[in-house]
């Protein structure tokens, strides 16, 4: 399964991005799907996932208010909408389908496969 990630560039601190991620190779519909993120110099982390219907979401408590997950089974396709940016959002963002969740959150292994990400840039 490929997942492609597109939408990311260079924003003020202040302005929205919205992300995107097609799967090919398989239908997500029945996966719980999430983003991450990685920032320079630190590990890869969660930031929100949506269940298999849309009918849940959950977010890190860094975005939650600013950053909305949604998804298009019919297109194969998860979304972040990302509002009032902060240069702390700083980061190449991933998606991936959750290998398992514990306390609402995506957790993944080593062994997991990623995409090539999409590099998010804010200023100040």
């Known amino acids: 399964v490929q997942l492609v990630e597109s939408g990311g560039g260079l924003v003020q601190a202040g302005g929205s991005l919205r992300l995107s991620c097609v799967a090919s190779?398989?239908?997500?519909?029945?996966?719980?799907m999430g983003w991450f993120r990685q920032a320079p110099g630190k590990e890869r982390e969660f930031v929100a996932r949506i269940t298999q219907d849309g009918d849940y979401t959950h977010y890190t408590d860094s975005v939650k208010g600013r950053f909305t997950i949604s998804r298009d089974n019919a297109k194969n396709t998860v979304y972040l909408e990302m509002n009032n940016m902060k240069p702390e959002d700083t980061a190449v963002y991933y998606c991936?389908?959750?290998?398992?969740?514990?306390?609402?959150?995506?957790?993944?292994?080593?062994?997991?496969?990623w995409g090539q990400g999409t590099q998010v840039t804010v200023s100040s």
């Open positions: 991936n389908w959750c290998d398992t969740v514990a306390h609402y959150i995506c957790v993944m292994t080593p062994d997991d496969d």
């Open positions: 190779g398989r239908w997500i519909k029945d996966l719980d």
